[in-house]
């Protein structure tokens, strides 16, 4: 039954409530789809089973709900649990790129041409939440990778709560609600690595979430400029943020510290390349330039690393 709800069989081992199974109109790879919903191999609101189902724990409007995702024949199968169940399952068609429309996207460039075709499955997701995407934004200012992944791990685990449902680890955490977050002292940042200032943001954030949860509805522009009248949320970290909630073809993060020099590598084979750099290059894909930027990086063509990684700073010790 194509986008219908159904009661289906439950997975091997898994109690489930409420479900449905959805087709696709076209090819669909949902790792490569929800991958960017990821934050890290220790995501506590994120897991994959050893059956390859995708696990993801969200904060909803209707509360806390735990999403279960498997590939079933031509379609997948979703089962939730919790307040936010329904909502959940009523998304899955967009959380998987129904909405996404990559008709128009021509490749102009021979890579990333090849890329387009080895990865056909790729569809960009839309999550409807802000904050699920805006707070880990915000801790992956300005700092490496692996320290903005331990903040988001150890607040969750912290902070969050148990996710609903039967996920086998049994360690899967949806995220604090907004006046937790609001709650929470100087010192448990600190121990989780943030500074004071991605600290300020966040609070400052979780302070006007109703008014940025409108953000998942409004067009891409509107959107940047809601989240941008929060103070310490510029360019970079709402691209980053409507890339997953809104699932905008073309919010290009600029500001990155790699990106530009990912791109401009893969490209031209130039190092050194800027964001306006950047921006030329990605010209011709304008209306669909963080897609073409996700093909790029896939492509795997990187420029060789020449200075050492950042060492990961200790809060604690400021």
Not at 117 to 143: A, D, F, M, N, W
């Amino acid at each position: 039954m194509r986008g219908g709800r159904v009661v289906v069989p439950p997975a091997r081992g898994v109690d489930t409530g409420r479900a449905r199974r959805w087709v696709p109109g076209g090819a669909l790879d949902v790792g490569l789809t929800l991958g960017p919903l990821r934050r890290g191999p220790g995501d506590p609101a994120f897991r994959v089973g050893e059956d390859g189902a995708v696990w993801r724990a969200s904060r909803t409007p209707a509360g806390a709900g735990t999403l279960r995702i498997a590939v079933d024949g031509d379609g997948v199968v979703a089962d939730a649990w919790g307040p936010g169940a329904e909502w959940l399952l009523e998304r899955v068609p967009a959380l998987l790129g129904a909405g996404d429309d990559p008709s128009g996207f021509v490749p102009r460039h021979r890579l990333v041409h090849e890329a387009h075709r080895r990865h056909p499955g790729l569809r960009l997701c839309r999550t409807g939440l802000v904050l699920e995407s805006l707070i880990p934004s915000v801790l992956e200012q300005k700092v490496t990778s692996d320290e903005a992944y331990r903040a988001w791990r150890l607040l969750l685990q912290r902070f969050g709560e148990p996710a609903p449902g039967p996920e086998p680890s049994g360690r899967l955490r949806v995220m604090p609600d907004a006046r937790t977050w609001a709650l929470i002292p100087s010192w448990e940042w600190h121990k989780a690595g943030v500074d004071g200032k991605r600290a300020a943001t966040i609070l400052r954030a979780v302070r006007a979430a109703r008014r940025l949860e409108e953000a998942a509805a409004m067009e891409p522009d509107d959107a940047a400029a809601r989240l941008q009248l929060i103070p310490g949320i510029g360019p970079w970290t709402a691209a980053e943020t409507l890339q997953r909630s809104n699932g905008c073809p073309d919010a290009v993060t600029v500001g990155d510290l790699h990106l530009p020099r990912i791109v401009g590598y893969a490209l031209t084979g130039q190092r050194g390349v800027d964001d306006d750099g950047m921006l030329e290059l990605l010209a011709p894909y304008a209306g669909q330039r963080h897609r073409a930027t996700r093909l790029i990086l896939l492509s795997g063509r990187v420029p060789p690393r020449r200075a050492p990684r950042f060492s990961v700073r200790d809060f604690r010790a400021m």
